[in-house]
């Protein structure tokens, strides 16, 4: 019996070759925005005429695909119908239109009209989410 042999071809190498590296350059941030509370506390001041903000606070929200801020804000109103008046002042503030700088107001909600009829107060309590537009 006979065995054929094959001659030994060159050892096989294997070599990595590597791409050569390339320079990372970061990204280029965002510009920074500033937040547009001031904005929208001007015009919900300029709509409501003879309401004013109370308290205002805000906070940070985003989702996968916008970035914005949540606000709470409360407004007050003084005057004999102080509460009829406040009501007939939010009547249609949820479709209201704002022009606010840099940002969108995509939610507006009334949370609470309440009010002491015998003080002649009345409050109002807006949630408002506003993103940054891009």
């Known amino acids: ?49 003879p309401a004013r903000v109370q308290d205002a606070q805000m906070s940070p929200w985003c989702s996968a695909t916008f970035v914005g801020t949540r606000h709470a804000i409360t407004l007050g109103l003084a005057g004999e119908d102080a509460v009829e008046e406040a009501r007939r002042l939010t009547n249609g503030l949820g479709e209201a239109a704002f022009a606010l700088r840099g940002h969108i107001v995509v939610d507006l909600a009334i949370d609470d009209i309440s009010g002491a009829p015998v003080l002649g107060k009345a409050l109002i309590r807006l949630a408002v989410l506003t993103i940054e537009e891009w």
């Open 1 to 49: 019996m006979t065995v054929v042999t094959r001659p030994h071809a060159q050892a096989r190498r294997w070599h990595c070759r590597r791409a050569p590296t390339l320079p990372i350059r970061p990204a280029t941030p965002r510009a920074h925005r500033r937040d547009c509370q001031g904005q929208l506390i001007a015009a919900l001041e300029a709509m409501l005429a």
